[in-house]
T-cell receptor, first 112, second 110 residues
Framework: AAGVIQSPRHLIKEKRETATLKCYPI?????VYWYQQGPGQDPQFLISFYEKMQSDKGSIPDRFSAQQFSDYHSELNMSSLELGDSALYFC???????????FGQGTRLTVV | DAKTTQPPSMDCAEGRAANLPCNHSTISGNEYVYWYRQIHSQGPQYIIHGLKNNETNEMASLIITEDRKSSTLILPHATLRDTAVYYC???????????FGKGTRLSVIA
């Protein structure tokens, strides 16, 4: 079965650079969630979209922005990268309310 | 603010049932109980969820107390591959995000 696809799987950036992470949800899933997981930490919710509109906002820094496109894929844009942004970034999608969310394998971002 | 309380770690012998408790004493009527697990830096994996009735699927069983203030996830025959961090999450009905707490690190021992 198709799963949530994230790209790239690994990314190395320097401080103050920008990065774009992409998420392709499972077909016919209309909701996308983004999470950040620092080393030794639990996943932290960043932001979510439902039907291409932002639906919930968590602890997303102002330097980050995200959107969901007409084909339902989503991109997380990160600017002025800091060392502390080094983390695993997960995307998840779900097909509707009160249903389980399925996670991708994540993008490991390393800021040097 | 954490809505759930779980023991930080548990051990289970391979082949035995693993019973993972979760306390959610402030749960509201429109909140579901979800269980996910994360195996070493992989994406969290959905296990099961329920509102008030007990639920069972091919992975696990979820037992929710009548007052809904606590629940137990049961892995009937734990294997080494079940070693992971298990998260109990209380989630408002709808498309609301899953909010992860600290979870329980389950170690299955041969």
């Amino acid at each position: 079965a198709a799963g949530v696809i994230q790209s790239p799987r690994h990314l190395i950036k320097e401080k103050r650079e920008t990065a774009t992470l992409k998420c392709y949800p499972i077909p016919r899933h209309d909701t996308v969630y983004w999470y950040q997981q620092g080393p030794g930490q639990d996943p932290q919710f960043l932001i979510s979209f439902y039907e291409k509109m932002q639906s919930d906002k968590g602890s997303i820094p102002d330097r980050f922005s995200a959107q969901q496109f007409s084909d339902y894929h989503s991109e997380l844009n990160m600017s002025s990268l800091e060392l502390g942004d080094s983390a695993l970034y997960f995307c998840a999608s779900s097909p509707g309310p009160n249903t389980e969310a399925f996670f991708g394998q994540g993008t490991r971002l390393t800021v040097v | 603010d954490a809505k759930t309380t779980q023991p930080p770690s548990m051990d289970c012998a391979e082949g035995r049932a693993a019973n993972l408790p979760c306390n959610h004493s402030t749960i509201s009527g429109n909140e579901y109980v979800y269980w996910y697990r994360q195996i070493h830096s992989q994406g969290p994996q959905y296990i099961i969820h329920g509102l008030k009735n007990n639920e069972t699927n091919e992975m696990a069983s979820l037992i929710i107390t009548e007052d809904r203030k606590s629940s137990t996830l049961i892995l009937p025959h734990a294997t080494l591959r079940d070693t992971a961090v298990y998260y109990c999450i209380v989630r408002v009905a709808g498309n609301t995000p899953l909010v992860f707490g600290k979870g329980t690190r389950l170690s299955v021992i041969a």
